[in-house]
């Protein structure tokens, strides 16, 4: 009995073993056959984005054979592409999906628009966040929300939203990271990393917070 379940026990780690893959490298190639830099992707499931190189060029650890790899031809749109236990990748993007050969047949992948990324433009959404390329949270606001505008001013990075009715000195918003309140970009910018953020709000209404929220409200929700 104890060798028959042993030898169930080494048939099933053989078997989950081969289905791992060490490295898988590939390289996109648009229409034309040309190299396609700073294409992001990341595995499904894993928060890790990388890129392309200037060469179309990449790499991607610990793959197993059912993985999707998540490609973003551009910031509205991604492809779900199946790993299908190959040790290297060519992969060619066109208008409306990718495609990329096995030695049976050619996979085609469409283009679908991001979750959640369409029906509001006051939030910057978990996927959008992953697919921008911030450093920080003045990178993540600058030039994603309409009518916020962040401005260098007084040796300082300061925001300011659009319509908004001013009755102090201050023209910022409000900044809540998580509960916490902030005063200002500078402030709340130093207080979290773009790695823990899930979500960000911008109400140009900020009447809900008083005095405090006369200059709009910034929601920054943390995972």
Do not use: W
Request: hydrophobic fraction near 35%.
């Amino acid at each position: 009995m104890k060798h028959r379940i042993l030898f169930l026990l080494t048939a099933i780690l053989i078997s989950l073993s081969g289905m791992a893959q060490e490295n898988v490298t590939g390289i996109l190639l648009n229409e034309k056959g040309k190299p396609v830099k700073k294409i992001k992707m990341r595995i499904k499931g894993r928060m890790k984005m990388l890129s392309t190189s200037s060469k179309g060029a990449f790499e991607l650890g610990r793959i197993k054979t059912g993985d999707t790899l998540l490609i973003y031809p551009n910031r509205k749109l991604v492809a779900y592409v199946p790993m299908l236990n190959l040790p290297t990748y060519t992969i060619h993007l066109g208008k409306n999906s990718l495609r990329y050969a096995t030695n049976e047949k050619t996979i085609t992948c469409m283009y679908q628009e991001i979750p959640g990324q369409t029906y509001n433009n006051n939030i910057i959404t978990y996927e959008k966040i992953q697919q921008l390329d911030a450093n920080n949270l003045i990178d993540l606001l600058r030039g994603n929300i309409a009518g916020l505008q962040i401005n260098y001013s007084d040796g300082q990075m300061k925001a300011s939203i659009r319509g908004s009715s001013s009755f102090a000195l201050s023209t910022e918003p409000l900044f809540i990271v998580s509960g916490t309140e902030y005063n200002s970009l500078e402030e709340a910018n130093n207080a979290v990393s773009v790695e823990d953020i899930r979500e960000i709000e911008v109400k140009k209404d900020g009447s809900e917070y008083g005095m405090k929220g006369a200059n709009g409200v910034i929601l920054i929700r943390i995972k």
